[in-house]
């Protein structure tokens, strides 16, 4: 494959075209943070908002949650 000559002039590559997109996700089973590919943008932020949910449902339980007083039985 020839450059052209125009990309020399500029110094530049040749780019392959972008497949998709990378996104950093949790896991909620207690893996961790993993990535994932998608293939359409709107498949990666339909990802990130159900994870963001699926977060703070958590957060919101955990903040919300009642403390309990605990005694010493002999």
Do not use: C, H, W
């Amino acid at each position: 494959m020839t450059v052209p000559d125009s990309l020399k002039a500029l110094g530049g590559d040749i780019q392959q075209e972008p497949i998709g997109y990378e996104v950093q996700l949790y896991d909620l089973s207690g893996r961790g943070y993993y990535k994932q590919k998608f293939d359409t943008e709107a498949k990666a932020d339909t990802a990130i908002a159900e994870n963001v949910d699926e977060l703070n449902e958590i957060a919101i339980a955990l903040d919300t949650q009642q403390k309990e007083q605990v005694y010493k039985y002999d």
